[in-house]
């Protein structure tokens, strides 16, 4: 079964910056892409990220794609987000999730199949 684990997040003051990391493990891992995306209680999931496997192509939203970054590690099997520039509105619940790719757009994967979540306070 693949699992994806989470790690980073935490507290940070404005202006800071936090890197989030998804390492896959398993026995074989068929998505496209892994993609972070977050959620803060009562509002709807946000995507920000994603990246495909084969060819390290990223994908933002608006929301991240000045302040974001998505990078991979294929021999680690690592996912990383670097968040920068880090403010009050982005502090929320943060999951990496595998991604299939088709036609042009990102498909979110069954919630079974996403990392744990870590929370992002950005507060003074």
């Known amino acids: 079964q693949t699992q994806l684990a989470q790690s980073g997040g935490g507290s940070v003051q404005p202006g800071g910056s936090l890197t989030l990391s998804c390492v896959v493990s398993?026995?074989?891992?068929?998505?496209?892409?892994i993609g972070w995306f977050r959620q803060v209680p009562g509002k709807e999931r946000e995507f920000l990220a994603a990246?495909?496997?084969?060819?390290?192509?990223?994908e933002y939203s608006d929301s991240a794609e000045d302040r974001f970054t998505i990078s991979r590690d294929n021999a680690k099997k690592t996912v990383y987000l670097h968040m920068s520039n880090l403010k009050p509105e982005d502090s929320a619940d943060y999951y990496c999730?595998?991604?299939?790719?088709?036609?042009?757009?990102?498909?979110?994967?069954?919630?079974?199949?996403w990392g744990q979540g870590t929370q992002v306070t950005v507060s003074s």
């Open positions: 999730a595998p991604y299939s790719f088709y036609h042009g757009s990102y498909i979110l994967a069954d919630s079974a199949s």
């Open positions: 398993g026995r074989s891992f068929s998505s496209d892409a």
């Open positions: 990246i495909l496997w084969s060819d390290g192509r990223p």
